[in-house]
């Protein structure tokens, strides 16, 4: 038997850790690798054009399927590609494992074609980055960044120059047993006594949830039931929390909507649950403040904080719940219900346009429409922007459906390359890219990945040809918009020419036509809808304070609505309110 050599030791520590594929751009020192993996059965390379779409992509099948994930990069400009969807999945608590691969080893420190630093370059994306210098550290420095990236949630990088690559794998090296899940965090029994107390002594609760509430659907309902308390959420807490609740008050932030704002800074005692939101303008200052969170470190940066919690979501609630006293007055709950209700009543009422004629299309037509018709377990890749807001205000979640982008580091262009990742974990499942026109083209080349690969994503392009969020940003500082429309081409014939499906919609009678045949098309498809670049959106309650870069303006049409079905949940919550 032939002795392996240290990439063919890397790629099966990689397939014993449960990597199914790694994505990435082939080249040069990265070569013995990607050969390696061609003789592997057990893993997949996967080849996209440009190395931030590996990143995004192993980022997006890292947060479908909580496992391990990775990418790759050659020496140089093309591990410095990657950069950028890496921090996207760090901030996103994706595990992610990328290979950074580096000039000869002999060569380093001396200036060498294409030199760069990638033990510098990715110190701040990741908790894991070190080089392989020689081949006596494999397997342990690869099986420590694995350990690294799923048990602290987040991107590792391993460098590895060609040469140490291509080299003999060390005889009776040590291979340990690895960690491939994270262990569920409880909370210490002081806290538990404090943070009961502090329920037990407050008059009115609310709880204000991020996507640390994944898996905790079950509890932070029981726990709300138990001690009458409106349920709002971050753009982040939406997919987790919104559905089947009848104490949701919306959600709050700068795409924010309904009564969340108020019943956060109405309260007595405001507890945040599994949320790093950072807008901490709209978080009150006058009212007790509890956070529990999985990760420490995030306690109390975005407010002042009575009580941190160091722990799991589930299980705190799980301790918690049963120990704290039954409240019965609901009329706190009762009112924010009332003002969430009253709130998306008037938009529908204010919004008296007939969206369904006007011409250009609506965007929010677009996304209710889209919300009608995909899938009950369809995933969701949006853009950051305007794409954002569409999702956060239509999207209705249901504990199947996934929402997935570029939540915490707000990058352009992640839809399509986050799609990628998440069709690959599942041909069958229906994948749409909700893609703006900036990001769709700041990497179109990867919709060849699409075509290459028959994936079944399905691109629903919002065309406004204008940078629309970027064009709010400057109106509030009192700019004229400049630099942010785009000379854009008919985009459904781009993707026929690739040879994918491509369907062009300027009338609104159209869309609902064009998207049921996109959905039927067996391979990858884009609906090119040509949108109103002066539909823009606001949150409900926002001052020259709370954020830099958001104000209304008369000189667009900006629009308080945006709520699809939101209001009929609404509706049935206030139904369900006790008559007095």
């Not at 991107?155 to 060609?162: L, T």
């Not at 956060?264 to 949320?275: A, F, S």
């Not at 529908?348 to 299309?361: L, Q």
């Amino acid at each position: 038997m032939a002795k392996q050599n240290v990439s063919e030791q890397f790629v099966d520590i990689l397939a014993r850790a449960g990597v199914k594929r790694l994505y990435g751009v082939v080249g040069d020192s990265l070569n013995p690798v990607v050969d390696a993996i061609r003789r592997n059965a057990d893993i997949e390379w996967i080849q996209v054009r440009h190395e931030e779409t590996a990143a995004f992509a192993a980022g997006a099948e890292a947060q479908i399927t909580g496992t391990l994930a990775a990418c790759a990069g050659s020496c140089g400009p093309g591990n410095l590609h990657l950069i950028n969807g890496l921090y996207d999945a760090h901030r996103s608590m994706a595990p992610v494992l990328a290979l950074a691969s580096h000039i000869p080893s002999g060569e380093i420190g001396l200036g060498y074609f294409q030199e760069t630093h990638p033990e510098l370059l990715f110190q701040e994306c990741s908790h894991y980055n070190e080089m392989i210098s020689n081949p006596q550290q494999m397997p342990r420095l690869l099986q420590t960044a694995i350990q690294h990236a799923i048990g602290r949630g987040g991107v590792s990088v391993v460098s590895m120059p060609g040469d140490i690559a291509s080299q003999p794998a060390p005889d009776k090296s040590v291979e340990h047993a690895m960690v491939t899940s994270r262990p569920t965090v409880r909370p210490g029994d002081d806290e538990i006594d404090k943070l009961c107390r502090m329920v037990d002594e407050a008059k009115r609760v609310t709880l204000f949830c991020g996507s640390g509430t994944a898996g905790a659907h079950a509890e932070v309902m029981e726990f709300a039931e138990r001690v009458k308390a409106p349920v709002g959420h971050a753009l982040r807490g939406k997919e987790w929390i919104q559905y089947d609740n009848p104490y949701d008050v919306g959600m709050s932030g700068l795409l924010g909507y309904g009564a969340a704002y108020e019943a956060t800074n109405e309260c007595d005692l405001l507890i945040l649950l599994g949320t790093d939101f950072p807008y901490n303008a709209f978080l009150p200052t006058d009212v007790k403040i509890v956070q529990v969170d999985v990760r420490p470190e995030r306690l109390g940066r975005r407010s002042k904080l009575d009580l941190a919690v160091w722990g799991d979501v589930r299980e705190t609630l799980r301790c918690l719940t049963p120990r704290v006293k039954v409240k019965t007055d609901r009329k706190f709950l009762d009112r924010m219900l009332k003002k969430h209700a009253d709130a998306l009543e008037g938009v529908i009422k204010a919004y008296t346009r007939k969206v369904e004629k006007h011409v250009p299309i609506h965007p929010e037509y677009v996304a209710s429409v889209l919300d009608e018709l995909a899938d009950d377990d369809a995933v969701f890749t949006v853009d950051t922007g305007m794409c954002n807001v569409w999702a956060a205000r239509y999207l209705t979640p249901n504990g199947k459906r996934r929402v997935i982008g570029s939540f915490s580091h707000g990058s352009m262009a992640n839809a399509l390359p986050q799609a990628i990742g998440a069709q690959f974990t599942d041909r069958s499942r229906q994948v749409v890219s909700m893609s703006g026109d900036g990001g769709f083209t700041m990497l179109m080349g990867d919709f060849l990945t699409l075509v290459q690969y028959n994936l079944p994503v399905k691109v629903v392009l919002f065309n406004n040809s204008a940078l629309g969020m970027v064009e709010l940003e400057m109106l509030v500082a009192g700019l004229p918009s400049f630099g942010t429309t785009n000379k854009n081409p008919d985009f459904a014939a781009i993707a026929r020419a690739s040879g994918a499906y491509g369907v062009r919609v300027e009338k609104p009678k159209e869309l609902e036509g064009a998207l049921k045949d996109a959905f039927k098309h067996k391979g990858p498809a884009l609906v090119d809808v040509v949108t109103d670049p002066n539909a823009l959106s606001i949150p409900p309650k926002i001052s020259a304070d709370m954020v830099t870069g958001f104000a209304l303006s008369a000189s667009k049409i900006v629009l308080d609505g945006g709520v699809g079905r939101m209001v009929q949940m609404a509706r049935s919550n206030l139904r369900n309110v006790p008559r007095p």
